[in-house]
């Protein structure tokens, strides 16, 4: 549809398919979630699906390139975590802003909440943001406001509790996701109120994560059409 | 399969029947939820799919019937937590036990989580389990232990939340929810650490429920085959 013509370099259509297929893939897994149909991604780009198979040999490439601009602000809200005077202010806003873009998108909050780890190019960009997230969470710790016992797995926790809600929510009651967070963000005060069970091992939560996000896309990027899904 | 013959009157099949369904139910929507396949439970109870439907029209009855002990379990925890001395521990018991009733089920998290309210002969159960929780509520609060600010559609956040974190752990970290619920109990804990935002409004919250539990079924009990199920 789009296919080089009039001179014009190939590389010029290419990069406009490109941005088409990201475009549409955007909204698709927006809307889907990130197992939906590439063939409607295809469709919705304008391009066959043999051109975004070509562009993207994956679902986790086209889901990476897709998102990179949204894990861009993911890795911004930890470092403006980071630059926050008040370490609990850091800590709280980083958890709020979080669950907020997860609150937004549900494309977002699959790729944060499921393939947290995963996605091999969006893992770096995730340890990158995890990295800037452990200091802030070891600041709130010194300063006397965030439990002792809270750990970095406990986030994941956080995301797919706040999943959970969000993906229930979104239509009728799109802000109940702000006041489950505030309840979190209390129990996450110190002191700790009372004895928690020990922490999710961050291999365990790995593998369950790991393994939910395989689960949810079976046969790879070819093994689905656009009829099969159940929307959830 | 199981037609009536040798003489022993027809009701004998039918109820045996039934109860192979009913069995076949509770396997398949506890592992698979309950938008699996209803050709796939007829096919493990060994029953045409024509027979299922006889006996159990719509799915929202199969679900209703398969789930009444389980039910019978939830409006009991409902009981335990009323007869308990303590106010907190009568509070605190109710929701460990939920959510642990959750964690060992992924059908019974799908009931008491998305068709809460939704499935007619469900609702009258959780009704009769919702009333005696709200007395659970009213008493702990009255004692001082749980905060002023928390309502009852507070727990179906809960429940919400904790169905994202068993949908993702169940297998690799089992235990995980365990760690989740004792943050929220501890957000619970009078007195209320921060001003919440507002709750979300029963209304809408039954609503984004409903949706989505029938968002799940889109096609009624028969639009459904047993392939294109995506696996959560």
Chains 1, 2 share one sequence.
């Not at 780009?45 to 986790?60: E, M, N, S, W």
Request: aromatic fraction near 6%.
């Amino acid at each position: 549809m789009t296919g080089s013509s009039g001179g014009r370099p190939l590389r010029v259509d290419a990069a406009r398919n490109r941005e088409a297929i990201l475009e549409a893939a955007r909204e698709v897994f927006a809307a889907q979630g990130t197992d939906a149909s590439l063939e409607e991604v295809a469709r919705c780009a304008g391009v066959g699906i043999a051109t975004l198979y070509r562009r993207f040999p994956t679902r986790d490439d086209l889901v990476a390139a897709a998102f990179a601009p949204k894990m861009a602000a993911y890795a911004q809200a930890a470092a403006a975590a980071v630059a926050e005077a008040d370490a609990w202010e850091g800590f709280s806003g980083y958890v709020r802003t979080v669950c907020a873009m997860q609150a937004c998108d549900a494309g977002f909050a699959d790729v944060v909440a499921l393939t947290f780890p995963g996605t091999r190019a969006l893992d770096r960009q995730l340890r990158k943001a995890t990295a800037g997230v452990n200091g802030v969470i070891e600041r709130a710790k010194a300063d006397g406001a965030l439990r002792q016992d809270f750990v970095m797995e406990d986030l994941v926790l956080v995301l797919l509790a706040n999943a959970g809600v969000v993906n229930a929510t979104s239509r009728h009651a799109p802000d109940a996701w702000e006041r489950f967070v505030a309840y979190l963000l209390d129990a996450f005060r110190a002191p700790g109120r009372s004895q928690l069970p020990e922490p999710v091992s961050a291999t365990r939560l790995a593998a369950a994560v790991r393994r939910q996000a395989r689960v949810r896309r079976p046969d790879g990027p070819s093994g689905r059409t656009g009829h099969e899904r159940v929307p959830r």
